[in-house]
């Protein structure tokens, strides 16, 4: 299994909490940037955070800086994104996606998931 697959997706009220996770092979994930966009329909992906390989390093959008915490576990080739204070806003499907370094994620990731919905009642 090449693509990462993302998990923890669901239907929450405003100012709750989600956790997705994205779980990938070891071809997929070791020395990579991992992170998240999300897509709401008929809009254009947005992409949220990513980390670098290591996890030394993170990128967050202004729309969820503050509120939402990227990590990896490389010892299960994970990564997760705690989403805090959830707002109607950030309802929208995510995606997980990897890439050589995060430059290059941001330019275009070489692998995506199929997605996890995320809806946030108001």
């Known amino acids: 299994q090449v693509q990462p697959v993302e998990s923890g997706g669901g239907l929450v009220q405003a100012g709750e909490s989600l956790r997705l996770t994205c779980t990938a092979s070891?071809?997929?994930?070791?020395?990579?940037?991992m992170g998240w966009f999300r897509q709401v329909t008929g809009k254009e992906r947005e992409g949220i955070s990513c980390?670098?390989?290591?996890?030394?390093?993170?990128f967050y959008a202004d729309s969820v800086k503050g509120r939402f915490t990227i990590s990896r576990d490389n010892a299960e080739n994970t990564v997760y994104l705690q989403m805090n204070n959830l707002e109607p806003e950030d309802t929208a499907m995510y995606y997980c996606?990897?890439?050589?370094?995060?430059?290059?994620?941001?330019?275009?990731?070489?692998?995506w998931g199929p997605g996890a919905q995320v809806t946030v009642s108001s």
């Open positions: 996606a990897a890439a050589q370094s995060m430059i290059d994620w941001i330019r275009g990731p070489d692998y």
């Open positions: 980390t670098t390989s290591s996890g030394g390093r993170t």
């Open positions: 070891r071809l997929t994930f070791d020395g990579r940037a």
